[in-house]
C-alpha cells in the first residue's frame, strides 16, 4: 500500500517562501502522477501542480504558474512543492497525492486520487 506524509508547512509573511516535501512509501514499479491539491476554508480542493514519475509530464494551476514548483526525487522516494512569492490567497491546508497512470495529462482536475496524504498547513499573511 502507498503511504503518503507531507511537511514543511508553516506560517510567512506576504512575498515569502516555503518548501514543502512529501514522503512517499510502500509504492510499487508502476508509475504514477503525483501532485499537490490545496484546500482553502470556504473553497472547494484545487489542483496546484502535478508531475509523472516516469517524466515529461507536469503541470500547473494558472494561480501558481511562475511561483511554484514541483518536483521529485525518486532516489529518495520524495515528492517536493518550492513556493515562491507567496500570497495570503495562497492559504490553505496542501496535501499530497499519487495516482497509478501513465501520464498527468488532465489530471490537475482530477479530483480522486487514489493515495492522499494527511495534509500540512500553509498561512500567509499580509
Known amino acids: 500500500q502507498v503511504q503518503l506524509v507531507e511537511s514543511g508547512g508553516g506560517s510567512v509573511q506576504d512575498g515569502g517562501s516555503l518548501k514543502l516535501s512529501c514522503t512517499v512509501s510502500?509504492?510499487?514499479?508502476?508509475?504514477?502522477?503525483m501532485g499537490w491539491f490545496r484546500r482553502a476554508p470556504g473553497k472547494e480542493r484545487e489542483g496546484v501542480a502535478v508531475?509523472?514519475?516516469?517524466?515529461?509530464?507536469?503541470y500547473y494551476a494558472d494561480s501558481v504558474k511562475g511561483r511554484f514548483t514541483i518536483s521529485l526525487n525518486n532516489a529518495k522516494n520524495m515528492l517536493y512543492l518550492h513556493m515562491n512569492t507567496l500570497k495570503p490567497e495562497d492559504t490553505a491546508m496542501y496535501y499530497c497525492?499519487?495516482?497509478?497512470?501513465?501520464?498527468?495529462?488532465?489530471?490537475?482536475?482530477?479530483?480522486?486520487?487514489?493515495?492522499w496524504g494527511q495534509g500540512t498547513q500553509v498561512t500567509v499573511s499580509s
Open positions: 497525492a499519487a495516482h497509478s497512470a501513465f501520464s498527468c495529462y488532465g489530471y490537475l482536475d482530477k479530483a480522486d486520487f487514489h493515495y
Open positions: 510502500g509504492y510499487s514499479y508502476d508509475t504514477y502522477c
Open positions: 508531475t509523472y514519475t516516469g517524466g515529461g509530464s507536469t
